[in-house]
């Protein structure tokens, strides 16, 4: 049983930074997809970040050039670097795991399991 949990979350003013951890356990799969997902109330889940097993990452238009997933770490842990962040990141970010051999993106509905999710507040 693969099981997700975040970190990290907190509130911080408008240009700041925060570090979250995605910690995977029971992970026993080859080919696997991890991704970060935010939703802020009244609307809809939405993919900012992904990391594929072989390294390969992606990142939403609106968190290009801000958010990272840095590289070389343990394969069951994933990290989200923001940086320059605006009140509108203010959100729950959860982390998603995929394991397969297709390719998702930033369809939620893609994903196998998700943590419980972190809260980022970003006052202006």
């Known amino acids: 049983q693969v099981q997700l949990q975040e970190s990290g979350g907190g509130s911080v003013q408008s240009g700041g930074s925060l570090r979250l951890s995605c910690a995977a356990s029971g992970v026993t799969y080859r080919n696997y997809i991890m991704a970060w997902f935010r939703q802020a109330p009244g609307k809809e889940r939405e993919g900012v970040a992904l990391?594929?097993?072989?390294?390969?990452?992606k990142y939403a238009d609106v968190v290009k050039g801000r958010f990272t997933i840095p590289q070389g770490n343990a394969r069951d842990t994933m990290y989200l670097q923001m940086n320059s962040l605006k009140p509108e990141d203010t959100a729950m970010y959860f982390c998603?795991?995929?394991?397969?051999?297709?390719?998702?993106?930033?369809?939620?509905?893609?994903?196998?399991?998700w943590g419980q999710g972190t809260q980022v507040t970003v006052s202006s």
């Open positions: 990391i594929k097993y072989d390294g390969t990452t």
């Open positions: 998603a795991a995929y394991y397969g051999t297709l390719q998702p993106e930033f369809d939620p509905d893609d994903y196998h399991y």
